[in-house]
């Protein structure tokens, strides 16, 4: 008997496997058949899971089947074996695919044997659940003390669940609630509002969401309380003889903010510009402002100072000179009879400038021109002052003052030995000093103390005796007893032993 082939139908194929006689006569051979294997689709798809579905038909034959899946047509894994028995009609078959990772593409097929060979069924293929996304949004309403946090969160199909964390570093230590962003598959805007904060401090912050598919983390964000505002005194511009502009910056720090700035001839200020806005934004803002009617040649002291409803900040002192001829001393207090050494410059910088010198004696009404003098090398001039008593300088050029110094003046306050246990003092001046007291005085260990009062004769002189054996005297005449114009006045030292 001849061999052949009895065809193909869908989803099985049939092999001759032999010929046999029957008794009584010729007979058709048994025929085995390879199970036939559909694969179904995919459901109950998880972020590490799922339950892949199919149809086996074991035509006959004892059969079992399972699926094969990976995130390549290698497949490489595959659920265990099951029986689909050996009947001849279609069997629904489940199996649960195991160990995925989230939000990765997976294929899988299945997979049916028996005696007459092994199917498989098409390929499919699926994507697990992914992690949800969490984008961190901007702070709104910041305040001293509080801040709303946004962003917006998309849950990707699965229960999530999302917070805020935040904090003064990036260690974050503390957190909103946990809510609920549902489990739809677009972007939810979500907030939090969060309070007790530190005012004027730097916070971070950023939005966590979570599911069963995984924790995904939003991008560090920051944003600072509202404070006491940040004030820095700046450099001053367009400085004249008579003006100049002072300048600095203003960080509201979130508050409606005001600003001035306070200036004079020394720190204590005792002027001050109107007041400004400032705004209440939360970066340093420029300011400035014009000041008139200033002396020449001065010196000024200003600082920037800005205030909201949390305090008030003052920025560093800062000064600046005006321009014009200046005016300083060597020394400021000299001994009657003596020379100061007056100096300064012309802003014109060249040599051969008129200087025009005025004095103020103690008594004077009003200023004298004592001298003019000439610039040298640079605009450099000097004079030599003998103030007889306490005496104003100024110095003028091109009609611009400078400003004044004051030089105060000792009496000359002479002191001698004439003999044994005797002494001679006279005290000299721009007037008498008859009648007026001096002091006798020793030093010792706690410093110098009285040891008699003299009173001034004719010619401001006076002559004394001491019992004192030894020791180291001098002669000292008070402010009071020097009277208007004049500062105390000391006499030299002299060591005596008798």
Not at 349 to 363: D, M
């Amino acid at each position: 008997m001849k061999t052949r082939s009895l065809g193909r139908r869908p989803g099985a194929t049939f092999l001759l496997a032999g010929l046999a006689l029957l008794s009584g006569g010729a007979g058709v051979a048994a025929v085995l058949a390879a199970p036939a294997a559909i694969t179904g689709p995919v459901s109950a798809v998880g972020p590490t899971s799922a339950t892949a579905s199919g149809t086996v038909n074991p035509n006959g034959q004892s059969t079992t089947w399972y699926f094969e899946y990976g995130t390549s047509t290698s497949y490489g894994k595959k659920t265990s074996s099951k029986s689909a028995g050996s009947g001849t009609a279609n069997v629904q078959v489940s199996g649960t695919l195991a160990g995925l990772t989230p939000g990765m593409t997976y294929h899988y097929r299945l997979v049916a044997t028996s005696s007459g060979g092994t199917t498989r069924g098409g390929g499919g293929i699926f994507t697990t659940a992914s992690a949800p996304v969490a984008v961190t949004g901007l702070a709104t309403g910041v305040s001293v003390t509080s801040a709303t946090l946004n962003g917006t969160v998309d849950p990707n199909g699965r229960a999530t669940n999302w917070y805020f964390e935040y904090g003064t570093t990036t260690s974050y230590g503390s957190k909103t609630s946990s809510k609920s962003a549902g489990s739809g598959t677009t972007a939810t805007s979500v907030s939090a509002a969060v309070s007790s904060l530190a005012q004027g401090r730097l916070y971070y912050y950023r939005l966590v969401a979570t599911s069963d598919a995984g924790m995904s983390r939003g991008a560090d964000r920051t944003f600072s309380t509202a404070g006491p505002p940040a004030s820095v005194t700046g450099t001053a511009s367009s400085v004249t003889h008579r003006s100049a502009r002072l300048n600095g910056s203003v960080d509201p720090n979130g508050l409606a903010t005001t600003w001035y700035f306070e200036y004079g001839t020394s720190a204590g200020y005792g002027a001050k510009t109107p007041t400004r806005s400032a705004g209440k934004g939360t970066r340093p803002v420029s300011v400035s402002y014009a000041l008139t009617r200033l002396r020449a040649a001065t010196t000024y002291h200003y600082r920037l100072v800005a205030r909201n409803a949390t305090g008030t900040r003052r920025g560093a002192d800062t000064t600046f000179t005006t321009t014009g001829v200046t005016l300083a001393a060597h020394a400021h207090k000299v001994v009657y009879g003596r020379a100061v050494t007056l100096s300064g410059l012309v802003p014109s910088g060249r040599a051969g400038e008129s200087v025009a010198v005025f004095a103020q004696r103690f008594g004077w009404g009003s200023p004298r021109l004592i001298a003019t003098v000439v610039t040298g090398v640079g605009g450099a001039w000097q004079y030599l002052a003998r103030p007889p008593i306490g005496t104003s300088y100024i110095a003028n050029w091109n009609g611009l003052t400078s400003q004044a110094t004051v030089i105060g003046v000792r009496p000359r306050v002479r002191f001698r030995r004439i003999g044994r246990a005797r002494f001679a003092t006279r005290v000299v001046g721009v007037r008498s000093f008859r009648g007026r007291v001096v002091k006798f005085q020793r030093r010792t260990a706690g410093g110098w103390v009285r040891v008699k009062r003299v009173r001034l004769k004719r010619r401001s002189a006076a002559t004394f005796r001491t019992t004192f054996r030894r020791g180291t005297f001098r002669v000292v005449m008070s402010v009071n007893q020097a009277g208007p114009g004049y500062l105390a006045g000391f006499s030299r030292t002299i060591a005596y032993r008798r």
